[in-house]
């Protein structure tokens, strides 16, 4: 494990700073707007999420060619190359499910929280208990696959 840069926490708040400021300013942060998008009546959603996109792609990009370090942590710049699985599509369906259902994805909820929107507090107790059962189940499904097989 490599040791953090001393102005990581700092710098990871002034960019979750910046990126709250963005989703309440582009109103992002209400699920009504959100729900709007989702039932396509409001594509403002689509053109945020594009222009982060191609923000982050152009820094993505550009960042390992001018240094082969991470500035914040050290850790060497690499792609995370992962197939399209089953994994991948449930949980990208159950996810859609859920931000579907609650009309906010989990950036924008604490966001939401920064404009006033309290209630969105059953979202976010939601979306921890969920991750929490999620990995329950991955630990205790591993489990029982690796009793089986060391079993044979």
Request: contains cysteine.
């Amino acid at each position: 494990m490599t040791d953090r840069h001393p102005l990581f926490g700092p710098l990871v708040f002034a960019g979750g700073l910046v990126f709250g400021f963005g989703l309440g300013f582009s109103h992002m942060a209400r699920p009504e707007v959100v729900l709007d998008f989702l039932q396509f009546d409001d594509f403002g959603l689509l053109f945020v999420m594009f222009g982060a996109a191609v923000v982050s792609g152009i820094g993505f990009a550009v960042l390992p060619r001018v240094r082969d370090r991470a500035p914040l942590t050290g850790d060497q710049y690499e792609r995370r190359l992962r197939p399209l699985d089953r994994n991948v599509l449930v949980g990208g369906a159950v996810f859609g499910v859920g931000w579907g259902l609650s009309g906010i994805c989990p950036g924008a909820a604490y966001a939401s929280l920064g404009v006033g929107n309290v209630a969105i507090l059953w979202a976010l107790a939601g979306m921890f208990l969920g991750a929490y059962l999620q990995g329950y189940w991955r630990s205790k499904t591993a489990a029982a696959r690796a009793a089986t097989t060391g079993a044979d």
